[in-house]
């Protein structure tokens, strides 16, 4: 069986969908809540679903239009032992100046790898389910996997971000599944 078909089966909107290519309605918080913390229960039922048939050594994000659900959430589970990272309408405020390229993958069209430049660091503003404004920065793999998530919310998908002549790989052809992205430690 094919990756995405794998995703699909695991109820992982693919990339024909228009869902995906459209952004997400942000939540009005407090008012909301709710609804905003449905969603994000749903996020997390489908990540458990979804980490149960793949390891994610980088790491694994999951966009609410992804289960079909144009709502402004995301969930990002960091590779190891770090928490859970719950995106309610982020927005990114700040980006570095230094920036680097890795591969990529999607949930919603998992048969390939992309290669995708990215900020090394990014300064996020969410809300809470309280409805205050919470500013996070975030650096290196976790930045990347923030990235990917929010350009989810806003309708994007990474080959958007790819250098121009760049094109995914087949899944069969990238080498490094079940390693983490190297960074420099300097």
């Not at 966009?63 to 859970?84: C, K, L, N, Y």
């Not at 793999?141 to 806003?154: K, P, S, V």
């Amino acid at each position: 069986m094919r990756p995405s078909q794998r995703m699909r089966d695991l109820g992982v909107v693919q990339q024909d969908a228009a869902i995906l290519t459209e952004p997400a309605r942000a939540f009005d918080l407090p008012a909301e809540r709710d609804e905003a913390e449905r969603v994000v229960d749903e996020l997390f039922a489908a990540m458990d679903r979804i980490s149960q048939v793949h390891p994610f050594a980088k790491g694994m994000g999951l966009a609410a239009p992804q289960i079909g659900i144009s709502r402004a959430a995301a969930v990002v589970q960091p590779p190891g032992d770090e928490p859970a990272v719950v995106l309610l309408n982020p927005r990114i405020t700040e980006r570095s100046d230094g920036s680097d390229e890795h591969y990529e993958g999607c949930l919603s069209f998992f048969d390939v790898r992309g290669l995708v430049p990215r900020p090394v660091k990014i300064t996020v503003e969410t809300t809470a389910r309280t409805g205050q404004t919470v500013t996070t920065v975030y650096e290196r793999g976790l930045a990347r996997l923030i990235h990917h998530e929010i350009d989810h919310l806003d309708g994007l998908l990474y080959t958007a971000r790819m250098r121009a002549g760049a094109h995914p790989i087949p899944v069969e052809l990238y080498r490094q599944t079940g390693q983490a992205w190297a960074y420099d430690e300097s």
